[in-house]
């Protein structure tokens, strides 16, 4: 057995579990030789494996790894993590206080060793920092998300002043997730909605402010639910939760089954959800960022009102014209949305066409007046949600914004974003996240590529290109002015009455029918024809074929609210309402902004808030779809590899040296392989490298030495010279 010093953890050694791996002394014996530990528990960074390329061993090692519960693993500075589905008690504060200050290399994989060493690049570079968690749903994203914020609000100094700002950056997320999250069949708690989230530092690494920015919230989950699937939490949090009195008030039973809203997935208990304690959390959560009472008397009637609305019904009078049968629900949502009952009735059943400068009112048939309705619900709900994130917002903005301080702040952003989806049926929404999802690959390589460059110049080694797919040509297709999709999608929003799905789908295969990337059923040749269908195109995104139907890209994207009923609800007393929906919308002649087009817009910018800051990665896989312990998919895995394009990260990360290391670093760990160098080096340590290296016989092609580390080109070498360590 072998006593070593602070393990230099980056090794092929055998972490056993890592409170095993970091004894109390931060030092730990292992009675196995490296080689074994190896072979049982896999190599902690990917670009130690000898076979880099082969898909099998990247998952052997994540299978190996994942049977010892070590759930993290390195592709150079990525993290990937395999959500556990159970506690390993593995971010406590002894475990944020063992990741602080030491070298990203000197303790094993840890989602905290990413924390500290964004934090301290921070500090010390002053330089603003991005980490990007990505992976599909259920992949543990916001669990992570919210480990990183822990770590930042426990680890850090406090301000001098305004210290609630760290309890308000921690309480935003129940609020948030309370609103935006919902039980879905993938995930208990998913996130319908993407998340980018700047934290603001002071010159002392503080924590002073913060920002959120939200994305394309599903708004149709508030009219519709799958089976199996629920509503957002907050509906069912403010019936099981909220007082007798308060529900008295927005005349609600606590019953879920009352409200046609909350039905139509079937299962408004889940057993790993608490709906009635995260409410006390939610109620506390909003105190702390700053509601009042009236405004949170506010918030909740609007929560109530969307509940009201679902249980509005119409039957038909002779001229088959809807009209309102549910009096009590209409009552109970002109109070709540403080709106007149008359405007809201004939809001609801018909339809304001204004046509040469005179108004005229049409009567809705049932159908047209059900999707009124519900197209109110959302527009009330969705809007409240951008309401909140700003509100959030306000709480979060540094009081400090004005004094000499403010301008020396840094950015820590985290970004927890929807993962590339591929279902059964794809469509606007999975066309939407898989092109924000192609964005954030382009980004990726292009940042990715672009650090190995500089590090290797800043080492002064030459650097070889490497050959990598490149996917601006997906991108491209996508978003181009005039001949992209979404140009094109949004052309046939301009023709109401006349276009259909499926004239934007002949449209598409006129204009970009040569594209490599784009297919149809009637593009396809006889071969790949089969399993396409004619309301149907084909995307070849980065990570995989997708087939989207065309079915509802129209409606979606134009997102049209009728104009009765956005009068009505300009004409709310209720503040926030009134704050959600503005009167400039009413006499603005423009068109709104189509879904799509807002939401490649917001992309743009996420994009260059990202570019202009230095990136961290955390990749995280989901291991199965039961959502328990223990259990290893591996076809799940294979395809979950393949969509976070790790086989092309590990190949770029080793298109030159698979390995680098600090001269100092380097030194320590090795120096008594070497007499000359043992027990101390006196001179310089790349010369002591040097010496090490030549008696350790490393050939010429097997390793360069740059200004501050040295490079070693294949595992194999390192392996060598670490096993001769055991012997
Ligand atoms: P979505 O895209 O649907 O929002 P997500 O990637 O954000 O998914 P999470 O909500 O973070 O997924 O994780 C899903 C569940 O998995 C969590 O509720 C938790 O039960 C479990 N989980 C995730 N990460 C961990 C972890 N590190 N340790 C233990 N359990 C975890
Ligand atoms: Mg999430």
Redesign the pocket.
């Known amino acids: 057995p072998k006593c070593r010093g602070r393990g230099y953890a980056n090794f092929p050694e055998g972490e056993l579990s890592l409170p095993e791996a970091l004894g109390s002394d931060g030092v730990r014996v292992t009675m196995e030789s490296a080689l074994t530990a190896r072979d049982r528990v896999g190599v902690q960074d990917f670009v130690l494996l000898e076979n880099f390329t082969s898909e099998a061993a990247f998952i052997e090692n994540l299978r190996r790894r994942f049977r010892e519960n070590l759930?993290y693993t390195y592709i150079g500075p990525v993290l990937v993590?395999v959500?556990?589905?159970?506690?390993?008690q593995i971010y406590s504060r002894q475990h944020m206080e063992r990741y602080r200050g030491v070298s990203f290399y000197e303790v094993p994989p840890h989602l905290f060793a990413v924390a500290d060493t964004v934090y301290r690049a921070l500090r010390t570079e002053r330089r603003d920092q991005a980490v990007m968690i990505s992976?599909?749903?259920?992949?543990?994203?916001?669990?992570?998300t919210k480990r990183l914020l822990q770590f930042y609000a426990e680890t850090c100094p406090a301000p001098e002043r305004g210290g609630a700002v760290r309890d308000r950056l921690l309480q935003s997320n129940p609020v948030l997730e309370a609103f935006g999250?919902a039980k879905?069949l993938?995930?208990?708690?998913?996130?319908r909605f993407g998340k980018y989230m700047d934290v603001q530092f002071d010159f002392k690494g503080a924590p002073v402010g913060g920002h959120i920015l939200s994305y394309l919230l599903e708004k149709s989950r508030v009219v519709h639910q799958n089976h199996g699937e629920r509503n957002f939490h907050v509906f069912y949090q403010l019936l099981e939760g909220g007082e007798e009195e308060t529900l008295r008030r927005l005349g609600l039973e606590r019953n879920p089954q009352s409200y046609l809203y909350l039905v139509k997935g079937q299962c408004a208990k889940v057993s790993s959800i608490n709906d009635k304690s995260d409410w006390k959390v939610v109620r506390k959560a909003l105190t702390v960022i700053d509601f009042t009472e009236d405004e949170v008397e506010d918030l909740l009637s609007i929560v109530a009102s969307v509940l009201h609305l679902g249980n509005i019904h119409f039957a038909a009078d002779e001229e088959s014209n809807a009209q309102v049968t549910t009096e009590n629900q209409l009552k109970y949502l002109t109070r709540l949305l403080s709106v007149e009952g008359s405007t809201l009735r004939e809001a609801l059943t018909h339809r304001k066409i204004i046509a040469k400068g005179e108004e005229l009112l049409s009567p809705l048939n049932l159908e047209q007046a059900a999707y009124a309705r519900d197209a109110l619900a959302k527009a009330v709900y969705s809007r409240t949600f951008t309401w909140l994130v700003g509100k959030i917002n306000r709480s979060l903005a540094s009081k400090d914004a004005e004094s000499p301080s403010w301008r020396s702040t840094t950015v820590l952003g985290l970004l927890?974003i929807?993962?590339f989806e591929v279902f059964q049926h794809n469509s606007f929404e999975q066309f939407c996240i898989n092109y924000c999802n192609e964005k954030l690959q382009q980004l990726f390589i292009e940042l990715t590529l672009k650090s190995e460059q500089e590090e290797y110049e800043a080492e002064g080694i030459a650097w070889e290109p490497v050959q990598y797919f490149n996917n601006k040509i997906i991108c491209d297709l996508v978003e181009e002015k005039f001949k992209g999709i979404i140009s094109i999608l949004d052309e046939e929003c301009l023709r109401p009455g006349e276009a259909t799905d499926l004239t934007f789908l002949e449209k598409l295969e006129d204009t970009v029918k040569h594209h490599p990337h784009f297919l149809t059923h009637k593009l396809a040749d006889q071969r790949t024809r089969k399993s396409l269908g004619r309301g149907e195109f084909r995307l070849l995104h980065y990570a995989g074929e997708v087939t989207y139907s065309v079915t509802g890209f129209l409606d979606k994207n134009n997102d049209l609210l009728f104009r009765n009923l956005k009068e009505t609800m300009c004409s709310s007393k209720n503040p926030i309402m009134s704050q959600c929906f503005d009167r400039n919308e009413l006499s603005d002649k423009k068109r709104p902004e189509t879904v799509a087009t807002q939401f490649k817009m917001s992309l743009l910018q996420l994009v260059e808030i990202l570019q202009s800051k230095e990136p961290a990665y955390v990749r995280?896989i989901k291991p199965n779809d039961a959502?328990q312990p223990g259990r290893f998919d591996e076809v799940l895995i294979r395809h979950q590899v393949k969509y976070l394009g790790l086989m092309e990260n590990l190949r770029v990360r080793r298109a030159g040296f698979a390995y680098r290391r600090k001269y100092e670093a380097f030194l320590q760990r090795y120096k008594s392989l070497c007499p000359e160098t043992w027990p101390t080096w006196a001179g310089r340590p790349q010369d002591g490298v040097a010496v090490l290296v030549r008696h350790l016989g490393y050939k010429p092609e097997e390793y360069k030495m740059g200004r501050t580390k040295i490079f070693i080109r294949f595992p194999k070498t390192l392996f060598a010279t670490e096993d001769a360590l055991e012997v």
């Open positions: 759930i993590s959500n556990p589905y159970r506690d390993l992976g599909e749903s259920g992949a543990g994203k916001t669990e992570a999250n879905t993938r995930n208990d708690n998913s996130s927890d929807y993962g995280c959502k």
